[in-house]
């Protein structure tokens, strides 16, 4: 619904609630005429009266539901949508919303059984087939989230998210004749310039899986600058605020007053694609390590004293003392707890965490740290490779990518200067070059026994959250592949920036 006809129908709507307050109907549409303003919390207020009303109403409960979730209220919203189906046992579009809302908490399993009751009201539910194969693919049911995704492209060939989503298993061929149906769909007149970005960066997994790499290039160049445009990074900024975050961590912590605390986490820090997923998956092979996945409890600490203290990190480092850092240190455990419940340690792994290092050692003294890195190289491709779901926007223009990797890396050298003793260097192709004796000597910096079922972390049972890793981390360990040496001259650029940033040899420039 366009701005315009929103407006006419919220008016139309304020008239009837002017002569008649007590109408649930024209409530609830003025619920739902909220939510698509983006005021959700307008819109419970909408919704809510609708039900004083017409308490039995399964899509007034299913809208609140919705509205719900988007304010935070997870519980009451999984409340609200569970009530919808069972007052509508046999409307799908009940079970989806209860099946998207229970994927986006990552409770797996459960969205799978809602989501397959949409599909048995009515099969051609192309959004609960989505949702429900991005479900199978966190929980490592790959073959069945392939049929899914196909079965969705059988109904609808030009799908852009089925496409992406195929292509982001990076386990799953493309054959040639995929290769015809995103280009057509690509040449569909009125495809959404978020339609066009999906389906490029598929484009490019099928050419290179017919090892078509300058097609594949030209593919993903097209669909990074698409992306590019539509995202505000700023390079400057981010060296600025690197540069901060050394200079504010450059004396010697003073003396924690438990330096125990913190013993139970380990954080896994790295740029994206980068072996961080891996090394979690390891990790949570282990019988007393949980793998939290990308959690936000750290940063969301660091913005609330941020917000307490009315200066951003790290300008108020300063002014922190031992006392502040442990009260940090004992919020972030208690915001952490659900992770301790059944496994006495857990990891924590993200991907912005690189930058807040030195406040994890003063938080946390007791904390472990792995530095996942990769060939510079191969990081910046592999990020140029990907459309993340959200933040990572230095990786859709080649010299941003490069930009952020000089930071990660100098930044990443100071922490390891300073805390020699408790972050560990590890390096990705090494581990999969000779993984027992680096998972050996990863399981000895984390002070853990070794134990047999992290030399197959593939045989792991447990969801994974990264949905551009979900499938890879279930394969084998094998050897890395250099993606970079498929795409030649495609990368000489690149080659020269990184060569010129003293982040590669001069040999590995053309």
């Not at 196909?150 to 609808?156: A, D, G, I, S, T």
């Not at 792995?370 to 779901?389: G, I, K, M, W």
């Not at 080659?495 to 982040?503: G, P, S, V, Y």
Request: aromatic letters at 8%.
């Amino acid at each position: 619904m366009g701005r315009m006809k929103l407006d006419d129908a919220e008016r139309a709507l304020f008239g009837v609630l002017a002569l008649a307050p007590d109408c649930a109907e024209a409530n609830r549409l003025m619920g739902v005429a909220s939510q698509m303003r983006g005021d959700h919390a307008r819109a419970v207020e909408f919704l809510r009266d609708a039900l004083v009303v017409n308490p039995g109403d399964a899509t007034a409960h299913m809208n609140l539901g919705s509205a719900l979730y988007e304010t935070g209220a997870t519980e009451a919203a999984l409340s609200s949508l569970r009530r919808a189906c069972e007052l509508a046992p046999g409307m799908a579009a009940c079970w989806y919303n209860l099946g998207k809302a229970l994927k986006l908490q990552f409770q797996y399993e459960a969205a799978c059984v809602a989501l397959r009751h949409a599909l048995a009201i009515d099969p051609a539910h192309e959004l609960s087939r989505l949702c429900l194969a991005d479900a199978q693919t966190g929980l490592g049911d790959i073959d069945e989230a392939t049929r899914n995704y196909r079965e969705v492209l059988r109904r609808q060939p030009a799908q852009a998210q089925a496409w992406f989503s195929l292509a982001n298993l990076k386990t799953v061929r493309f054959e040639p004749v995929d290769v015809v149906h995103l280009r057509r769909a690509l040449q569909q007149v009125g495809a959404t310039t978020e339609a066009r970005i999906l389906l490029g960066f598929a484009l490019a997994k099928a050419h290179e899986d017919q090892g078509d790499y300058d097609a594949a290039f030209e593919a993903l160049r097209q669909a990074n600058t698409l992306k590019r445009r539509s995202v505000s990074w700023n390079g400057a900024a981010e060296r600025a605020r690197v540069d901060a975050i050394t200079k504010a961590f450059t004396e010697p912590l003073p003396a924690p007053l438990d330096p125990t605390l913190g013993n139970e986490v380990i954080f896994i820090v790295s740029l994206p694609r980068s072996g961080s997923t891996l090394t979690e998956q390891i990790l949570a092979s282990h019988p007393q390590v949980e793998g939290a996945n990308e959690i936000t409890d750290l940063p969301q600490v660091i913005e609330d004293e941020s917000k307490r203290r009315g200066k951003p990190f790290p300008q108020w480092v300063p002014d922190a003392t031992t006392e502040d850092w442990s009260r940090l240190g004992h919020d972030y455990l208690a915001r952490t707890e659900r992770w301790r419940r059944e496994r006495s340690r857990f990891t924590d792994k993200n991907l912005v965490t690189w930058q807040l290092v030195g406040a994890i050692m003063a938080m946390l003294p007791g904390a472990r740290v792995v530095n996942s890195h990769r060939d510079p190289l191969e990081t910046c491709l592999a990020c140029y490779r990907q459309l993340f779901s959200n933040g990572a926007y230095f990786s859709y223009d080649l010299a941003d990518m490069a930009s952020q990797y000089q930071d990660y890396d100098r930044l990443s050298r100071h922490w390891q200067a300073m805390f020699p003793q408790r972050i560990l260097d590890y390096s990705y192709e090494t581990l999969l070059a000779e993984p027992e004796a680096q998972i050996r000597r990863l399981l000895a910096f984390c002070e853990l026994d070794f134990d047999e079922a992290c030399l197959a972390p593939h045989l792991a049972s447990r969801t994974v959250r990264s949905t551009a890793s979900a499938a890879q981390v279930r394969q084998p360990l094998h050897a890395a592949i250099a993606h970079s040496a498929r795409y030649g001259e495609q990368l000489g650029p690149l080659r020269i920036q990184l060569r010129d940033m003293e982040l590669l040899t001069a040999a590995a420039a053309p």
